[in-house]
Structures are given as structure tokens and as C-alpha cells.
């Protein structure tokens, strides 16, 4: 079964709208990495300014892979050379890592 990777980032309000421009500009930075079966950004509603990236892998050995590669270095070595006032969005980062035991899709 997949693994999933929980990418765990404290934004502050301020700089939500600038965490959620760049992701929607890296767009197919990911998608084509061998081993790699979803993509999510998803947004805090209330109660928390934690937004959660989550991305499931075919294996540990995939997203150890794409974790090590280049394009995960360029994207990230863009938000730290950034101008000032531009540079990381997030305040805080962990990551949460699960094997997928059972999963479900909607009936026909």
C-alpha cells in the first residue's frame, strides 16, 4: 500500500494568500516524480493556522527519492532567496507520516 506525507506548516493570516500563490504556481512540480499518486493543499477553516500539504507515494523509497531531488531543492530555494517580505510563507513546519491501511473510493 502508499505511504502519505503530511507536511505540516503554521502560516500566519497575513501570509496565507502568498503560501497559496506559490502552490498554485508550482503546479506539475511534483506530478511527474516517479512513485507520486496525489497532491492536496489544504486550507485551515477555523480554529487553527496550520495548513496541511499532503501527498501519497507508491513507497517511502519514492518520496525519499523526490525529497533528495532537484526539483524539491528549486522550490524550496525559491521561497528562502526571495526579496525581502517574500520569503517563506510559513512560520513552522513538521511532517506526519502514515502507511495507507484500507482506503475507499465512491460507488458507482
Known sequence: ?????????????????????????????????????????????EGTDSYLVYTRWRSEADFEAWQNGQDFARGHAQARSAPEGQGPAATGSSIWSFEVVTQASPRA
Open 1 to 45: 500500500m502508499s505511504v502519505v506525507k503530511i507536511n505540516v506548516l503554521t502560516v500566519p493570516a497575513e501570509a496565507r494568500e502568498r503560501l497559496e500563490e506559490r502552490f498554485s504556481n508550482r503546479a506539475g512540480a511534483v506530478e511527474s516524480s516517479d512513485g507520486f499518486e496525489w497532491f492536496e493543499l489544504l486550507r485551515p477553516v
